[in-house]
């Protein structure tokens, strides 16, 4: 007997019910190309973070008031106040991705609900997957174009940490993006020399090069405030990133140093200070073997409030027996404190 025909509603139906039954990204992924995805981990955790507004935008303190001094008995007060606060500011960027069903597939595909439902399924994964895909892509490098420009990518790693200072041991010395003469997010590192990351070069994985301008890194970016102040920190944690080739590099040198660098460097899960030394596959392409130090508590995703992956259900006017569901998100990430965060490189 032949199935009996779906209407558009029903599609919805089936549509909807997969919605609500298969959140994003709790499937098993078996259609991608890269073995590992570092963004997207990071994005999920940091779902909640969401602000209103035409941009994204953060307090920093960039300025000292430098009152403090030695006084004497019945001294003439000469207060004064400096503007310490300055706002940053990054524009939302928007991305979207959609998945489709016409009414008459059922009857030519000789299917019925239960199996529209795993065809459903798979629609979405594959639209979620190219969301995923297109995240970590972003993530890792720098936007192109102009800031006006809504349709460009979301200001990813290399807008935020320059590599600037190609010597062994390094220096805060990351400053304005090329392209943006006002600073990372409208703030000049020529005005505020504090709002830059720590740059540092090195030419090979040894002692006195690749490990010392390690070290260095981490203890100059390990700021410790000396009083209590509401950063409103995200999902903490701090992460080193790297390609294949680095990675590689620091195991092999371990293992012939026979392991022996303690807590600073371990070889048998490549860890620096008991932090996972994470691959990117993306950075594998980068023949500068760049080498990330990320503190992610001040470095964050922030979705535009109610925007995180929005499913909408639509039937097309242009094409009226199909349902497509368009799944948008409004973001962009943001750094609050670079100079918690190092790059290190080849020249």
Same mark, same amino acid.
């Given at each position: 007997?032949?199935?009996p ?16 039954a ?11 190309d890269?073995?590992? %995805? ?18 994204? +935008? ?20 000469t207060?004064?106040?400096s ?5 940053g ?9 959609d ?21 459903m ?19 890792w ?17 290399k807008?935020?940490?320059?590599r ?14 090329t392209g943006y003469a ?58 080193? %990133? ?9 195991? +092999?040198?371990?293992?012939? +140093? ?10 048998k ?33 922030v979705?535009?409030r ?9 039937r ?32």
């Amino acid at each position: 007997m032949a199935n009996p025909a779906l209407q558009i509603e029903d599609i919805a139906d089936v549509v909807t019910a997969v919605q609500k039954a298969y959140k994003p990204l709790t499937f098993t992924l078996l259609t991608t190309d890269l073995h590992r %995805y570092v963004a997207m981990p990071h994005i999920l955790k940091q779902k909640k973070k969401e602000k209103i507004g035409q941009q994204l +935008q953060f307090s920093a303190m960039v300025a000292k008031n430098g009152r403090a001094h030695s006084t004497a008995l019945h001294a003439v007060d000469t207060p004064s106040q400096s503007d310490l606060l300055k706002t940053g500011q990054v524009p939302w960027r928007h991305v979207t991705s959609d998945y489709s069903a016409e009414e008459r597939e059922p009857q030519f595909k000789g299917i019925d609900k239960r199996d529209l439902a795993d065809i459903m399924k798979a629609r979405r994964a594959d639209c979620l997957i190219g969301m995923t895909e297109l995240f970590e892509d972003q993530f890792w490098a720098e936007p192109t174009g102009s800031e006006a420009t809504e349709d460009a990518p979301m200001f990813g790693i290399k807008y935020w940490l320059q590599r600037a200072n190609d010597t062994v041991g390094g220096g805060f010395d990351g400053g304005n993006p090329t392209g943006y003469a006002a600073g990372c997010a409208g703030l000049s590192s020529t005005t505020y020399p504090n709002w830059s990351n720590w740059s540092a070069g090195y030419d090979e994985i040894t002692q006195d090069d690749f490990i010392d301008s390690l070290r260095k890194a981490s203890e100059y970016t390990g700021f410790i405030n000396p009083v209590v102040i509401p950063e409103g920190k995200a999902a903490g944690g701090y992460g080193y %990133y790297t390609n294949w080739a680095v990675k590689k590099g620091v195991t +092999q040198y371990t293992k012939n +140093q026979n392991d022996n660098l303690g807590f600073d460097l371990s070889g048998k899960d490549s860890t620096f200070h008991g932090v996972s030394i994470q691959t990117v596959p993306h950075l594998d392409a980068d023949t500068a073997n760049p080498f990330y130090g990320i503190d992610w508590s001040v470095m964050e995703v922030v979705f535009l409030r109610g925007e995180w992956f929005h499913e909408t259900n639509t039937r097309s006017g242009s094409q009226h027996r199909s349902l497509t569901t368009f799944i948008d998100c409004t973001m962009n990430l943001q750094c609050k404190n670079r100079r918690r965060n190092f790059v290190m490189y080849v020249p």
